[in-house]
Structure formats: C-alpha cells, structure tokens
Nanobody, 113 residues
C-alpha cells in the first residue's frame, strides 16, 4: 500500500511563502493527488487537486496564491504557497486517490507575526 509523507510546514509571517511536499512510496502515475486543510473548529477544506492528466482545481480561498504541481519521476506532489495569510493556518493533509483514497499524516502550517 502506498504511503504518503508530507513535509515543508512551519511558522511563517503573513505575506511569506512555504512549499509543501508530499512524497509517495509508490507510483503516482495513475492517481489524482492533492491537499486539504483542517483548521481548529472548521470543516476540512479543499486546497488543491491535480489529476493524473494534470488537470488542476483550487479552492476559492487560495486561487492566485497557491500552485500545485507533480513530479512523476519522484512520486511527489508539491504545493507552493505564496502571500500567506493568518487564515491559511491549518494542518495540511496530502491525499492520493486511485482505486482507493489514502491520506498523509498532515503537516502544520502556521501564519503569524
């Protein structure tokens, strides 16, 4: 079974940038990949998804600030986050969706001055 390991989270000031990585232990060639986020007291929210054919969808709150990409050779999906805001603070969860859906353990992103 494929396992997902996220990295790249941390503390950043408003207006700053972070890049999250999600490394899969197996091939992502046929999988849709993406990120959700979960903030305390809020529902899980779609951040971005990139399909196996590289069609991309973003959540409304991150459009024009975040960029998702995938590297099939490295079995890794990236989320470049720019112009970060305090409301972007959340645990970011990577997912892999093919014949089944798998989740990573999450990485904390905190945007604060």
């Amino acid at each position: 079974q494929v396992r997902l390991v996220e990295s790249g989270g941390g503390l950043v000031q408003p207006g700053g940038s972070l890049r999250l990585s999600c490394a899969a232990s197996g091939s992502i060639f046929r999988a849709n990949m993406g990120w959700y986020r979960q903030a305390p007291g809020k529902e899980r929210e779609l951040v971005a998804v990139i399909s196996a054919s590289e069609r991309i969808q973003y959540g409304d709150s991150v459009k024009d600030r975040f960029t998702i990409s995938r590297d099939g050779a490295k079995n890794t999906v990236y989320l470049q986050m720019n112009s970060l805001k305090p409301e972007d603070t959340a645990v970011y969860l990577c997912f892999y969706s093919s014949s089944h859906t798998l989740w990573g353990q999450g990485t904390q992103v905190t945007v604060s001055s």
